[in-house]
């Protein structure tokens, strides 16, 4: 047996392994970016851009955790540790779909919403003394960004999303 060939056979069982366990980091994500949402929800933190964008990347990030949830959750209850998964329903493919599509949309958002923030951060400190950049420390306008950030992803994934067609082949004998 080649290197090339243990190679391929080692990472095919790490990735096996980890397909099985991505859910436990997955849900730990999800709590800190919950409890992350209930603290810069606050109304005493909340009237600042920085914090509406970071409120976005919160949700994007949760949001963008399900599939990895429902992933590890289906490999440990459904098919176990180490047992074969039987092909699945096509009511299975359709829902792994739509949860691929709306981890790739808020993947994609969240890393934009970092950008912005770090974009909107940077003006908003070079420019505190300039009256006509007031806008940018006004939480409206963080929700804007977000809002229009979500939607553009969105709009990148339903265009990608919709180039394929899943068709039910019936029962495999």
Known sequence: ????????????????????????????????????????????????????????????????????????????????????????SYEMVVLDWVLAAITDCFRRSSTWLCLFLAVVRTISVKKVLDKSFSFLSNAKFGWKVSSIIIFISSLLTVAYVFRYQIEDVGDIQ
């Open 1 to 88: 047996m080649s290197t090339g060939n243990v190679t391929v056979e080692i990472s095919g069982d790490v990735n096996i392994f980890l397909s099985k366990i991505i859910f436990a980091p997955a849900i730990f994500a999800m709590c800190i970016n919950v409890f992350h949402i209930f603290i810069i929800s606050r109304r005493s933190v909340m009237p600042s851009s920085t914090n509406a964008i970071l409120t976005g990347i919160a949700f994007s990030d949760i949001i963008f955790a399900l599939y990895y949830v429902k992933s590890g959750i289906h490999a440990l209850l459904i098919t176990g540790l180490d047992k074969c998964e039987s092909a699945a």
